[in-house]
């Protein structure tokens, strides 16, 4: 009885410490289900997603709210460009803001740690995810961006889709952005 009893226990500890270990490094599900929902719905401009106007700026472009949020996030928008070279929309969550740098980079890491290990099931159930390098940030550089993109998708929408995470300075603080939008590669000239 009492090796049943330790047999039992050694097992109960073994997959609790298991669940633990992939707890500590896998995203929540609810992370990456609303990542894929983002995801997906980028091919449509995000207009599923998109809720009520929030701010319309005389720069041309508007911020819409968002029925799908990030966990973790503290705000979700969906930002709407009206400019000849980019008509796309820009999906943007924040993960901190305010004074605390080193809390800032906290959430900077963690944020594309995240990111990376997120599992989305794409359109013909295959797993894809997003690579990239992590860029440093410093205390006396107020800008570092990490440009992750999917991998391994060879979908034509999806050619300059990134996720582009932010770690950012002024005089009211710190702010730290994840952005999934379409970006014009560095080698592509301007449009005519």
Request: hydrophobic residues 35%.
């Amino acid at each position: 009885m009492k090796k049943i009893l330790l047999s039992f226990f050694i097992i109960f500890t073994y997959s609790n410490g298991y669940a633990q270990f992939y707890k500590s490094v896998l995203p929540s599900p609810d992370f990456s289900n609303a990542l894929e929902k983002i995801v997906l719905d980028f091919r449509l401009d995000y207009h599923t997603i998109q809720v009520d106007s929030l701010v319309s700026h005389e720069d041309g472009y508007e911020i819409y709210g968002s029925s799908v949020t990030l966990p973790g996030s503290t705000d979700c928008q969906i930002m709407r460009f009206h400019s000849v070279d980019d008509t796309t929309a820009a999906f943007q969550a924040t993960f901190y803001q305010g004074e605390d740098y080193n809390e800032a980079v906290k959430a900077y890491q963690n944020c594309i740690r995240i990111i990376k290990r997120s599992r989305i099931h794409w359109i013909d159930r295959r797993i894809i995810n997003f690579g990239g390098k992590e860029e440093s940030s410093s205390e006396s550089v107020p800008f570092t961006v990490s440009v992750l993109r999917i991998t391994d998708l060879d979908d034509y929408r999806y050619k300059n889709f990134c996720a582009e995470v932010e770690i950012r300075g002024d005089v009211t603080g710190w702010q730290v952005h994840a952005s999934f939008h379409y970006k014009r590669s560095d080698t592509e000239g301007p449009t005519e």
